[in-house]
């Protein structure tokens, strides 16, 4: 498979959405509050180490202080099949554990319905996925053992305590930690998708269209939103909806309240992105805007910031506090994409340079580039597939 066909693959296989940071995953943290002292970085980037090479292409999905969460499986003509879920050290790559992992697949097509969700504080993550066979899976992140499982469940998410989803035909709140069921509420229709945000429920009925109730409610009411939702991403503050009408796309941040939906702005899209994610700023949402293109519109009014094009869209971005980390749309000729560096406040671009062993510069390139913020001034990408390298892009803070 081309390479580029492949990643375009996965990235729209795999649901995956760092807070603050990337989409089609999906990982709700919440990072400890420390003051890091950081040392000052005048060096270029360069290749701190790179692993052996996998028997199976890796697809690296999160980085946290406990190793580099990724799916291992194997490529075929059509598509990208996960087979493993595997945790990497952070200092070369190596395997710490490794489950199995069978997804959910969407009928008649090859792509996922599963995800997995990263679950708590920096120093007690879990990790929550929807597996096949319907189940949520409940696993410690340090160890990959199960916490606990629960069968016939769909489209989980999870508030404080608790991981809510569709469960035995009933909307039902587990205990988070223990997996016990708190309690059941009767929910007239399959849903296809599950959010919650502060006290409200959200759900997808049958024909796409978006239903709330309160979450101690019992009652789903129309939302009255007259676009077919391609993507909704619900973050604690705000909403944001990727959405199609009469052949036209939209970025819409929207607002719901018990009287409809309230379009707080909208940005018409050239087309349909082929990746659906966001990344926030302290004053900017970056978003794919298709033909290769990201774009920046503030968050409160959704005038544009600026436009970057160029990009590799489908791959959602890694970050520090300086800007993002992406790949450019451009392929080599061993099927890799050179690496780029994107200020946040501006979109001016700058390639990953470094020098080789014999002295000469090089560009750093990749096939993907794990998505969410640095690790200890380190990013991580793959090469060729199944080779991993940590790539150091500043000073350790400590």
């Excluded at 978006?210 to 789903?220: C, E």
């Excluded at 033909?291 to 959704?302: E, L, P, S, V, Y």
């Excluded at 544009?304 to 959602?316: D, K, M």
């Excluded at 749309?329 to 890799?336: A, L, P």
Aim: glycine residues 8%; hydrophobic residues 35%.
């Amino acid at each position: 498979m081309h390479a580029g066909n492949f990643l375009k693959f996965i990235i729209n296989c795999c649901f995956l959405l760092i807070l603050w940071g990337c989409q089609d995953f999906t990982a709700n943290t919440t990072p400890e509050t420390v003051e890091l002292s950081e040392k000052k970085w005048e060096g270029s980037p360069y290749v701190e180490w790179e692993s052996s090479t996998f028997l199976n292409p890796l697809l690296p999905f999160f980085s946290s202080s406990a190793g580099i969460l990724a799916f291992e499986g194997y490529v075929s003509e059509k598509n990208f099949s996960p087979e493993k879920l595997v945790l990497l050290d952070l200092d070369e790559g190596k395997t710490l554990w490794r489950k199995a992992f069978k997804p959910v697949w969407k009928k008649n097509t090859s792509l996922w319905d599963s995800f997995s969700i990263i679950d708590g504080t920096e120093k007690n993550k879990s990790v929550l996925s929807w597996v096949s066979g319907d189940v949520f899976r409940m696993q410690s992140i340090e160890t990959g053992e199960d916490l606990w499982n629960r069968p016939d469940c769909k489209w989980p998410t999870v508030k404080g305590g608790m991981v809510i989803g569709y469960c035995m035909n009933k909307l039902m709140f587990i205990n988070r930690k223990t997996g016990k069921v708190l309690s059941r509420r009767p929910l007239p229709f399959v849903p296809g998708g599950l959010w919650v945000q502060k006290d409200r429920i959200l759900v997808l009925d049958e024909r796409g269209d978006l239903k709330t109730t309160p979450i101690n409610g019992y009652r789903f009411s129309d939302t009255l939103y007259n676009k077919k939702i391609i993507k909704l991403i619900v973050l604690s503050e705000d909403i944001y909806v990727f959405s199609v009408l009469n052949g036209d796309y939209f970025i819409e941040k929207i607002k719901i309240e018990d009287t409809g939906v309230t379009i707080k702005w909208s940005r018409p899209l050239n087309e349909s992105p082929s990746g659906f994610w966001i990344h926030l700023t302290p004053m900017d949402i970056l978003y794919p805007a298709g033909f290769g293109c990201i774009g920046a519109d503030n968050r409160k009014t959704g005038i544009t910031s600026w436009t970057s094009c160029g990009v590799f869209i489908n791959n959602p971005p890694a970050w520090d506090k300086n800007g993002l980390l992406m790949l450019s749309s451009r392929i080599t000729k061993d099927g890799e994409r050179p690496m780029i560096f994107i200020d946040s406040e501006n979109g001016l671009q700058t390639s990953l340079f470094g020098r080789n062993s014999n002295g000469n510069v090089i560009t750093y390139t990749a096939t993907f580039i794990s998505p969410g913020k640095s690790i200890k001034g380190l990013i991580f990408a793959i090469r060729s597939k199944s080779k991993i390298f940590g790539l150091r892009i500043s000073g350790e803070t400590r």
